[in-house]
């Protein structure tokens, strides 16, 4: 037996994944980090975990966060309501938005979503700068200066009324690369979406289910395809949004096949669900509406296959809660016309378990897959020291897997503040049963056990570009 010394707890007995590898060891954690993986380790606190998984703690990139929205809408969730969610979710490190309105300096901005944060987290986090405003007082120099403390990415939009146009956008991109920041986009085509919905509504045809009509798969790719030659003219990365199209898919194919410096990410949403969702009495398909809209099994398809090649990188959830009442979807009354109400759902606690279910415990991929893509790419890509893996040295952020725990989704089982779970009723086989962040146990088999304002900021000031 390997003796303690100092060691504050030991993981023992269970399969430590990572997206290299897997093998029975035992993990010992000290300060915070893990301290070592090996055999016969022995430490203060000792937990069994014979017949789990040992896996680095879920990264979720793209979650909106006690944000407001551009209709002027706060989604659902506080920072201390969506961080417990991801907990239980075995998710241990978020990034969120700091999303810029018209008039806002960035500096504000940032200021206020980090205080929010900084009171109620209860995982580590990180922002992406929505910027919808360029024409702000000091606009470049607090870009400038918040890229420099450590905010290494930015979110632009192509459509919605805080969209920028080409010129903005080259303009952001240039700022971006010439500071060392990633540049995330929302890529759909806002004169396609604009036109879409017109005719629609113009034909009385006003309800959830033809939500997906009005964002026309045109939209999105031309749109990726344009982001795609600004990324390779001014050789800047970027970050491809919720790719929800086969067409979208293949445009980021061939552009990195061009050495175009691209990236991209899907959702639990577009890989699981198709537009059929929408179609349900009355409003009640609101639940399930988000920008771009699911698609169709062969776009499901088309996304899986990106995901094995290589296309895409990552899966997030693009968490957007918004409640199913006057707060929320329903907030221009139990009339309102799709494009009133507000878009996105809640994924924050899903994810990985939906994700572990399709890929692992049906086959669609491996063990180390779904490491890579949950967890060890985000974390690469967005530069978060200490996070991803599990090495010695490494933030002891880990989740417990049981793989042949089964659980059905509830009505109403989730630990945000949105009231309604998207994917009541679906199965699924595998469960994370411990969470911990930095070595301190905030889930365990149900149970909540972490603290608002307990996470912490990461700074990503020394981290490099993505690779």
Known sequence: MIPAMG????????????ARDSRKA????????????GDGLTGAHEVDATGLYVLPGGIDPHCHIEQKSGMGQWNADSFETATRSAAMGGTTTVISFAAQHEGQ?????????AARAERGASVDLAFHIIVSDTSVAHFEADLASLIAAGHRSLKIFTTYNIRLDDADILRVMTLARQAGALVCVHAENDALIQHAKSALL????????HHAASHPRAAEIEAVGRLCRFAEYLDQPVMLFHISTAEAAETIRAAR??????????????????????RRNGLDG???????PQRTEADQAALWQALQDGTLDLISSDHAPYRFDHTGKLAAGPDARFDQIANG????????????DTMVTQGRGTLQEFVRLTATAPARIYGLPGKGDLVPGMDADITLWDPVHKHIYGTND??????????????????PVQTYLRGTLVADRGTFLGAPGAGRWIDRSQSGEPA
Do not use: Q
């Not at 954690?29 to 993986?37: V, Y």
């Not at 300096?105 to 979503?113: D, H, N, P």
């Not at 989730?414 to 469960?431: E, F, K, R, S």
């Open 7 to 18: 060691i504050d707890r030991v993981i023992r007995n269970g399969t430590v994944v990572t």
């Open 26 to 37: 035992d993990l010992a954690i000290a300060d915070g980090k893990i301290a070592a993986i």
């Open 105 to 113: 300096r960035l500096s504000e901005v940032v200021a206020g979503y």
């Open 202 to 209: 113009a034909d009385g045809r006003t309800g959830p289910e």
């Open 257 to 278: 096949r061009n050495g175009a410096p691209v990236w991209a990410e899907t959702c639990p949403h577009y890989l699981l669900m198709t537009e059929d969702v929408l």
């Open 286 to 292: 609101a639940k399930w509406m988000c920008s771009p």
């Open 345 to 356: 759902l809640p994924g924050l606690e899903t994810r990985l378990p939906l994700i572990f």
């Open 414 to 431: 989730l630990h945000d503040n949105v009231g309604y779970n998207p994917w009541a009723g679906h199965g699924v086989t595998g469960w």
